[in-house]
């Protein structure tokens, strides 16, 4: 058991310096960032967007599926995860 103690926490160990040095690796580079878009420090504000209902609106994000079932989907997910923390936290 000790040594699958171990393990587990090598592993972890590994797995939070990888997701480290890969946010570093992504702040750096500034991957992801649209020259379009760039508000500086707020721009994770969506409020602080121009126009931010374009990227948002139905008829932007053309699909099969009706919009209501993807936020269906989203609430579903929510309830769920709640649940889920609730199990935990007893």
């Known amino acids: 058991m000790a040594g699958r103690k171990r393990w587990f926490l090598i592993v972890t160990g590994v797995f939070a310096a990888l997701v480290i040095v890969i946010a570093l690796w992504i702040m750096v580079r500034g991957a992801g960032l649209q020259e379009s878009l760039d508000f500086g420090a ?43 923390w609730k199990r935990i936290d007893k």
Do not use: H, N, Q
């Open 42 to 84: 707020g721009a994770y504000y969506y409020a602080d967007i121009p126009d931010f209902e374009k990227y948002t609106e139905a008829a932007s994000l053309p699909t099969r599926i009706p919009y209501l079932v993807y936020v269906g989907l989203f609430l579903l997910w929510g309830w769920l995860m709640y649940r889920l």
